[in-house]
């Protein structure tokens, strides 16, 4: 019903971008005049827009200077640039779906396969990127600009505007070698909006429709995060993000009096509580017997408390009613989220107090069978085995599989039971996502495409059984 309803609207946006055009009444002259200069319009458009700019590294510096980021991401331009890049390559086919409004586009690439009865191979790049503070940059970071070692500076150079271009050069390449080159499994690519905001407006709605259900994905290729090291990091889970907001109330007065049960030490208690869970956690990671990503995160982000005076500042003689607190707070698929609820009830919040919570869930944290959204990193799992062979085959090497630390959209493959990886191959590369001063170097950006060529190749012509 509910993806019914999204394919119709879809169509309505379809259509009604195709109904732009208005139409009146022409002569038969100035039609045939109109239509010469139309095609020499359009034959000097696709010399100046179709071409492609002469070298990968350009192209990736070009889809750098597209702003995608929140909170207004472009997305209508990147999507135009990524599709004429792929309608550059031979054999790929290119579609964009509308799934919310036409500001927010979804583009799917599709290099089909000789067998398309097959299970699919899916391969993802977020369109967007968290917003950068100019003056704390060292070059501009929509410059993209390369400096004398070979360092490209951009917000979404490592997240992930790189694998979004390295997955269309990969192509590019493996046919240029091969002219007939066609896979066993059709590979998809799509580039969707909103992974940053948590991908309610992306990926969330792409599951739940029907185009999305025809692709028949067996396997997802998702982002993953640079390596300091000679290794490439590969996850196999993610955290999963709660929002959870702490209230307290109190009783108010002068701010000169002294008694119990105030909003303002109500809260503070708490915040002394969940500051020493948060330390007890981090304790386990700097002993070394658990990564970061494996224990319970929970920091807080914001305090809001204090009665406004009209100057803007705050009433010093007054201790207010109410005061609350907000925590981004992730959780392993390990963990029992159950525990933690009882934990936030009794501990963090406790009604005693005059506390109440509100937890918003940004995410499943169980699969539709009830399992943790976790995909096999053995050889129960066949695509995991093609996978580690063709990093392997292209002289890569990978380091143990890691839950990330963050969230991306493969929580919403894993949900329905589709393994998915978390893979951005960036060695020897300082993480910078979300930081200032993002940066990836042209060799290790090219060093990617190749080993990009080797899993598409495996994964998309690999013809074994899958569960
Ligand atoms: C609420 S889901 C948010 C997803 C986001 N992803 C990347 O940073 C994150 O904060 O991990
Ligand atoms: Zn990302
Ligand atoms: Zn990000």
Redesign the pocket.
Known sequence: MFSHSIRRHTQELIIFSNLQVKSRVIQAPTMVYIHTLTLLLLLLSSATTQQPPPDAVTRFQQYLRINTAHPHPDYPAAVSFLNDLAKSIPNLQTRTLYLTTPQKPLLLVTLPGSNPSLPSVLFNSHLDS?PAEPSKWSHPPLSAVKTDDGSIFARGAQ?DKCIAIQYLEAIRNIIAKDPGFKPTRTLHICYVPD?????FDGMAKFVESNDFKELNVGFFLDEGQASTNDEYRVFYA?RS?W?IVIKAAGQPGHGSRMFDNSAMENLMKSVEIVSRFRENQFDLVKAGMLANSEVVSANPVYLKAGIASSDGKFVMNMQPSEAEAGY?V?LPPTVDPDLLKKRIADEWAPATRNMSYHIVE??PLRDYMGRPLVTATNDSNPWWMVFKHAVEACGGKLSKPEILS???DARYMRVRGIPSLGFSPMKNTPIL??DHNEFLKDTVFLEGIKVYESIIKAMSSFEGTTP
């Open positions: 968290v997240d992974e940053e905001i948590g991908g993610d993000p929002h981004d992730r940004k995410g963050s969230t991306t996502l979300h």
